[in-house]
T-cell receptor, first 118, second 110 residues
Framework: GAVVSQHPSWVICKSGTSVKIECRSLDFQATTMFWYRQFPKQSLMLMAT?????????EQGVEKDKFLINHASLTLSTLTVTSAHPEDSSFYICSARDYTGGTTDTQYFGPGTRLTVL | QKEVEQDPGPLSVPEGAIVSLNCTYS??????FMWYRQYSRKGPELLMY????GNKEDGRFTAQVDKSSKYISLFIRDSQPSDSATYLCAMSAGGGKLIFGQGTELSVKP
């Protein structure tokens, strides 16, 4: 299957600082990437849809000024958590959409980034 | 009622058993169906992908989609301790956005 990388895999930061997470599609071009958040023992919660060259679309309840998303190329999307607070501590996962039209429309996920805000 | 229902388990089986995981859904527009495996503290890994109805086999894994019943299944034959993980069903009507089940936690005991 396709490979999606995320960096960093884990990060600890102080409250009030900003953290950037990178998501790269290594072996295919993804016009659309997605950012998820996952709490322990729960399923994935979609935060936003990132489209190359345009503004991200945020799900209801997700603060777009707090979670800045940039999809500058067909292989890279970034999520910046601004002015992080302890409640932002979570597991953040990105995915890249593999869509060739017709019968193929799926997502490949990155390994995730564990964010801890002190 | 959730769009996708999946028994959260946990499900515990002995090594070598056949495992059956299932999801039901309510949206008849869904046509892209996936099963993901997620190990603790890792991102989901795509196991099986099916478009529309039918069966698909890959090694010890078989995915089935019955659109008439709005029901999908994943079978794991000869289960191994390394199969212990959370299994997520996911589906889409197109447009890329996935709807996930709650995930089933599977434990395969040696």
């Amino acid at each position: 299957g396709a490979v999606v990388s995320q960096h960093p895999s884990w990060v600890i930061c102080k409250s009030g600082t900003s953290v950037k997470i990178e998501c790269r599609s290594l072996d295919f071009q993804a016009t659309t990437m997605f950012w998820y958040r996952q709490f322990p023992k729960q399923s994935l919660m979609l935060m936003a849809t990132s489209n190359e060259g345009s503004k991200a679309t945020y799900e209801q309840g997700v603060e777009k000024d707090k979670f800045l998303i940039n999809h500058a190329s067909l292989t890279l999307s970034t999520l910046t958590v601004t002015s992080a607070h302890p409640e932002d501590s979570s597991f953040y996962i990105c995915s890249a959409r593999d869509y060739t039209g017709g019968t193929t429309d799926t997502q490949y996920f990155g390994p995730g980034t564990r964010l801890t805000v002190l | 009622q959730k769009e996708v229902e999946q028994d959260p388990g946990p499900l515990s089986v002995p090594e070598g058993a056949i495992v059956s995981l299932n999801c039901t859904y309510s949206n008849s527009a869904f046509q892209y169906f996936m099963w993901y495996r997620q190990y603790s503290r890792k991102g989901p890994e795509l196991l099986m992908y099916t478009y529309s109805s039918g069966n698909k086999e890959d090694g010890r894994f078989t995915a089935q989609v019955d659109k008439s019943s709005k029901y999908i299944s994943l079978f794991i034959r000869d289960s191994q301790p390394s199969d212990s993980a959370t299994y997520l069903c996911a589906m889409s009507a197109g447009g890329g956005k996935l709807i996930f089940g709650q995930g089933t936690e599977l434990s395969v005991k040696p």
